[in-house]
């Protein structure tokens, strides 16, 4: 689990400089009032006859399709998307589209509605959980990209400050908290939030470097590589090859939980599995993994969503 990417700056410099060399007074920082290229009205071509409309190509049959089903279990009615495959035993998958039933094609509907109802205790608080992180999520309002945007970084806040500059630069200023950006007139909202990821890139890269010959040490061993991922909602991984990939979204966390992570993947050199040996590795370097492992979960959902 876990995963993160380079970072490097941390260089301190407050914003309001870079006004422009022939004026006093500070330029009002950028706003992005449009925050993408609107895309120019369609045409209409009224000298040509309208295209006829086509119809939809038949759908092929395939062996494979994928089928909606519904069934009623106790109380609720379950729906689930079947798709037959080679495999041989039934399997199940749950995700924000809901339940995903994978099935052998020798299989009866009867036979698959059984292993649903054997499995159904599972099956309904998984889709029970998804939904109620799924909730939270949309619940929170995305984050505004203007001057005085707040970003979770570290576990807790910085302050975005954002000012027109003859060309692209970024500084951190760590007593301030404070994080500006100089842009050049007429940059993007896209263009920020890409400058801000990388800032966030580097940082996380630097950092976790850092944490990780921290941790090998103490733990006496040796990563051969490490890089950074932007992985979903994986946090880390450790390959047989001792390379260690670290998600770099988990630079919002607080170092404890970042340290976890390392602390974890590092482990998984001497295990490669969840086995008590492992988490016996774990705890020798990370003795409260358990309480990280629970909050990282927890700080995970309530991460606004950033950069989508
Ligand atoms: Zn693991």
């Not at 400089?17 to 449009?34: L, M, R, V």
């Not at 109802?117 to 309904?124: E, N, T, V, Y």
């Not at 705890?283 to 309530?302: D, T």
Request: net charge positive; glycine share 4%.
């Amino acid at each position: 689990m876990a995963s993160a990417s380079n970072a490097t700056s941390g260089a301190a410099g407050i914003s309001a400089a870079a006004a422009s060399p022939q004026t006093a007074a500070p330029i009002p920082a950028p706003a992005f009032s449009a925050p993408f290229p609107v895309p120019a009205p369609a045409t209409v071509n009224l000298l040509r006859p309208p295209v006829p409309l086509r119809r939809p190509d038949p759908a092929p049959p395939a062996p494979d399709v994928q089928a909606r089903r519904q069934l009623l279990v106790g109380e609720f009615i379950l729906e689930y998307v079947l798709r037959r495959s080679t495999r041989r035993s039934i399997g199940f998958m749950i995700d924000d589209d809901g339940l995903r039933v994978t099935a052998p094609k020798r299989c009866t509907l009867a036979e698959i509605d059984n292993a649903i109802r054997a499995k159904q205790h599972w099956i309904l608080s998984k889709l029970d959980e998804r939904r109620q992180r799924r909730a939270a999520r949309l619940e929170k309002p995305p984050i505004e990209w203007i001057d005085g945007a707040v970003l979770p970084y570290l576990g807790s806040e910085i302050t975005l400050r954002l000012y027109t500059a003859a060309r692209n630069r970024s500084d951190f200023n760590p007593v301030t908290r404070e994080l500006s950006m100089g842009l050049v007139q007429g940059a993007t909202e896209h263009l920020l939030k890409e400058r801000v990821k990388a800032w966030m890139k580097r940082e996380a890269e630097q950092l976790f470097e850092q944490r990780l010959d921290l941790y090998a040490a103490r733990l006496g061993v040796r990563h051969s590589a490490f890089s950074l991922t932007s992985a979903g909602t994986r946090w880390g991984s450790c390959t047989a090859q001792r390379v260690i990939r670290l998600n770099w979204k988990l630079v919002h966390f607080s170092l404890p939980l970042i340290d976890y992570v390392v602390a974890h993947e590092l482990a998984h050199i001497l295990e490669m599995n969840h086995s008590p040996r492992f988490w016996a590795a774990v705890e020798s370097i990370y003795p409260r993994y358990a309480e990280a492992k629970e909050l990282l979960r927890k700080r995970a959902q309530e991460l606004p969503v950033l950069f989508s």
